[in-house]
């Protein structure tokens, strides 16, 4: 495994994260959850990312109950906070009261005493951006949490969030969690550039497009039994890309690129997205073990330009790069 600085902070995390979005508490027995997170430590990860919404604060029980035993030090254990965990009106959002009363819940669940990264896993319109700000500095103040970020934020909101810290003297954000991978790139004209200047790493999810960059879904064919665009859980997910042709077609054009490079399509996947120097890790999921011993072999890949231009070309105008498709409620409370 190779190690990366989450952005300009001191903090080191595994190249490769484990994340357990959709799986954990829900599509995934508890036994088989705690066997991928056992592949994941003895493939060398040490960063694993969870949120509270994630199965309903189920997904952090079962992260913490599969962690348990493992020096603590020795990981870095991320979380969120912005979306309804009640139905109180101030059960949700980067309020105050919901920040604060969120860290602590998480530290519950996971049954830990700090969180080495803290992030609004989305943007506020309907709270100053300055009492959020002050509540996640308050939570660095109190040892609760080591370090904060976001999560899917524009690069304006992400600027004035950095303003208010340099002008409050608050800790900064070191950390910007968004989707990215070779079709979904909308972070590359805006967010990318300022978070080079400003110091902020990228923490990537969904490098596999949710699976489809692995080539398991065929143009023309059933879906796969068991697959996560065949879960009536999570294919809404899945829904557009599953059927459209064009982009399944193109996807398989990448196979003889994987194979010139050794490499399988999701380790190929997961290894373009390292390209990126401001990329600090890219968070892979699982449900069985054996997926995580392979997609970790794509840690200190290095991809040639040619093999990156030509993976371009083969997608096309598949990729998107509109920044403005990184999109928050605008109105949370609602």
């Known amino acids: 495994m190779e190690f990366r600085h989450l952005g300009n902070s001191g903090l080191m995390v595994s190249e490769i994260a484990y994340g357990n979005w959709i799986t954990h508490g829900s599509q995934v027995e508890e036994e088989t959850a705690k066997k991928c997170v056992r592949a994941a430590l003895d493939a060398g990860i040490t960063t694993f990312d969870t949120a509270d919404v994630y199965a309903g604060g189920r997904a952090e029980e079962v992260l913490g109950r599969a962690l348990k035993g493992e020096r603590r030090d020795g990981l870095e254990i991320f979380s969120k906070v912005f979306n309804p965990m009640g139905e109180g009106k101030n059960d949700r959002g980067l309020s105050r009261k919901h920040v604060v009363r969120g860290v602590e819940d998480s530290l519950r669940r996971i049954g830990t005493d700090y969180l080495d990264l803290f992030q609004a896993h989305r943007f506020d319109h309907t709270t100053p951006l300055e009492e959020t700000m002050r509540a996640f500095d308050d939570l660095v103040r109190q040892g609760k949490v080591l370090y904060i970020g976001v999560s899917e934020w524009r690069a304006e909101e992400i600027e004035r969030a950095l303003k ?99 490499l399988s399509m999701a380790q190929l996947s997961v290894a373009w997205v390292l390209q990126n120097r401001n990329v600090s890790t890219a968070i892979i999921g699982a449900s069985r073990p054996e997926q995580v011993e392979k997609n970790v072999q794509a840690a200190g890949v290095e991809l040639d330009a040619g093999l990156m231009a030509r993976i371009d070309e083969v997608l096309g105008d598949s990729i998107q790069r509109d920044p403005a498709l990184t999109k928050s409620p605008d109105n949370v409370r609602g």
């Open 164 to 262: 208010i810290a340099d002008e409050m003297g608050f800790d900064r954000l070191v950390s910007n969690q968004p989707q990215y991978n070779m079709l979904w790139r909308v972070i590359e004209g805006e967010v990318v550039p300022l978070s080079e200047r400003e110091g902020l790493g990228q923490l990537v999810w969904s490098p596999l497009a949710g699976g489809v960059l692995s080539g398991k879904y065929r143009p023309g064919e059933e879906l796969p039994s068991g697959s996560r665009a065949a879960d009536p859980r999570s294919e809404k997910f899945l829904a557009d890309k599953v059927s459209d042709q064009v982009l399944l077609e193109r996807v398989r054009g990448l196979e003889p690129l994987a194979a010139e490079a050794g």
